[in-house]
């Protein structure tokens, strides 16, 4: 059983480094999304992907927010010169066009010094 | 604002008891209802879903979870606690008007004591 996968698990950086989160999606799922969780709250969503294509963001995304899906397969989301604040857990997850359940990763828990 | 709101952020109930995990939301127009639950150290996992039909729809697990479109409600149920229910649960809402934007409550915390 396949389900999306997301690496790194875990990541501790010093504050002002740049960092890339990977997320594989299930792989005929055609939409993903990513979510940022910090601790005592639910998931926030960040963004959102048809195929190759980023048809949403939250205005939870900054400017040194970047996400790709260059192939429409995977997916990396990118922080550049993090803060503090970014601290928490990134969480992807991916469907089909035609349902609206979203499969879940594991997540990868981001620690900026 | 468009926004999902779990009133309890733990629950505490006997195995064998029934339980109830509460949710409300408030977006425009009619939504898609989700439930996730969460395990120590894993993945959000989906419960069930609610898009249109009947108003009581039944997940994995023994779950079920009642639409009320006038209270604006989707509470999570079920009959009989197990002990391995205790974890942490979601309650996420997709408005059809606007995008793709999935609202997640903060979640409410299950303890089933054997």
């Known amino acids: 059983d396949t389900g999306v996968s997301q690496n790194p698990r875990h990541k501790i950086t010093k504050r002002g480094q740049n960092v890339t989160f990977r997320c594989d999606p299930i792989s005929e799922h055609n939409r993903l999304y990513w979510y940022r969780q910090t601790l005592g709250q639910g998931p926030e969503f960040l963004t959102y992907f048809q195929n190759e294509a980023q048809l949403e963001k939250s205005r939870l995304l900054s400017d040194r927010f970047s996400a790709e899906r260059p192939k429409g397969s995977f997916s990396t989301l990118e922080i550049q010169r993090t803060e503090q604040g970014d601290s928490a857990m990134y969480l992807c997850?991916?469907?089909?066009?035609?349902?609206?359940?979203?499969?879940f990763g594991p997540g990868t828990r981001l620690l900026v010094l | 604002a468009q926004s999902v709101a779990q009133p309890e952020d733990q629950v505490n109930v006997a195995e064998g008891n029934p339980l109830t995990v509460k949710c409300t939301y408030s977006?425009?127009?009619?939504?898609?209802l989700f439930w996730y639950v969460q395990y120590p150290n894993r993945g959000l996992q989906f419960l069930l879903k609610y898009i249109t039909g009947d108003n009581l729809v039944k997940g994995s697990y023994g779950f079920e979870a009642e639409f009320n479109k006038s209270q604006t409600s989707f509470h999570l149920k079920k009959p009989s606690a197990l002990v391995s229910d205790s974890a942490l649960y979601f309650c996420a809402v997709r408005p059809l008007a606007g995008g793709f934007k999935t609202i997640f409550g903060a979640g409410t915390r299950l303890f089933v004591k054997a």
């Open positions: 977006v425009s127009g009619n939504p898609y």
């Open positions: 997850a991916s469907s089909l066009s035609t349902q609206e359940t979203q499969y």
